[in-house]
């Protein structure tokens, strides 16, 4: 299996909702990332988990909540979003490589698109 | 990380190849060259990587001269499907404990004419 899946595909909540997004990867890869696309712009990294553990979180506000329950699974966990946050969101995963062994290189989902309405 | 510049679009006829060239001068030893493909509402998907020379798949090749101030990405015989936005990577952000972080510059939107 060669996949990163992303359920649900679209997803249209009010901002009193809250719902959950989640991935799933059995490459054995040990980093797993939340990125968010808005229309016309790059992927931005929100969250880098690394063995299940945050590692990084780019300054994203409360409202997403990552959770990493094993190494197979990333969800994030939405809470009184805004319609600002309607947007393409991607999760990844990549070999965990030490430092200086390279580059890894990603394998992406085809991510869930948010409507906030 | 190393800034890169690309064109932010392209267009090409079917059957042409097509060279995307990236400049990233403040590229570091370290730093690897990776190029990813988007298509609309899609993740990126992982197109190729290099170091220095040249690398060949059987997607594409990657042509980065001895400086390594900029890389070319070359796609021979496009067809319509390989219309697509195609990110330049330089180097990526160790984040600790094996993972990495990539930040995406603009892009390069290529459009396949018929």
């Known amino acids: 299996d060669t996949e990163v899946t992303q359920t649900p595909k679209h997803l249209v909540m009010g901002m009193t909702n809250k719902k959950s997004l989640k991935c799933e990867q059995h490459?054995?890869?040990?980093?797993m990332y939340w990125y968010k696309q808005k229309a016309k712009k790059p992927p931005e990294l929100m969250f880098v988990?690394?063995?299940?553990?945050l590692s990084i979180n780019e300054s994203v506000p409360s409202r997403f909540s990552p959770e990493c329950p094993n190494s197979s699974l990333l969800n994030l966990h939405l809470h009184a979003l805004q319609p600002e946050d309607s947007a393409l969101y991607l999760c990844?995963?990549?070999?965990?490589?030490?430092w200086g062994q390279g580059s890894p290189g990603y394998t992406f989902g085809s991510g869930t698109r948010l409507t906030v309405v | 990380l190393a800034k890169t510049t690309q064109p932010i679009s392209m267009d090409s006829y079917e059957g042409q190849e097509v060279n995307i060239t990236c400049s990233h001068n403040?590229?570091?030893?370290?730093?690897?060259i990776t190029w990813y493909q988007q298509f609309p509402s899609q993740g990126p998907r992982f197109i190729i990587q290099?170091?220095?020379t040249k690398v060949t798949n059987e997607v594409a090749s990657l042509f980065i001269p001895a400086d390594r101030k900029s890389s070319t990405l070359s796609l021979p015989r496009v067809s319509l499907s390989d219309t697509a936005v195609y990110y330049c990577?330089?180097?990526?952000?160790?984040?600790?404990?094996?993972?990495?972080?990539?930040?995406f510059g603009k892009g390069t939107k290529l459009s396949v004419i018929p």
């Open positions: 490459m054995g890869h040990r980093a």
């Open positions: 990844a995963s990549s070999q965990a490589l030490k």
């Open positions: 403040n590229i570091a030893t370290n730093d690897y």
């Open positions: 988990y690394s063995y299940e553990k």
């Open positions: 290099g170091y220095k």
């Open positions: 990577l330089v180097g990526d952000k160790y984040s600790g404990a094996g993972s990495y972080q990539l930040t």
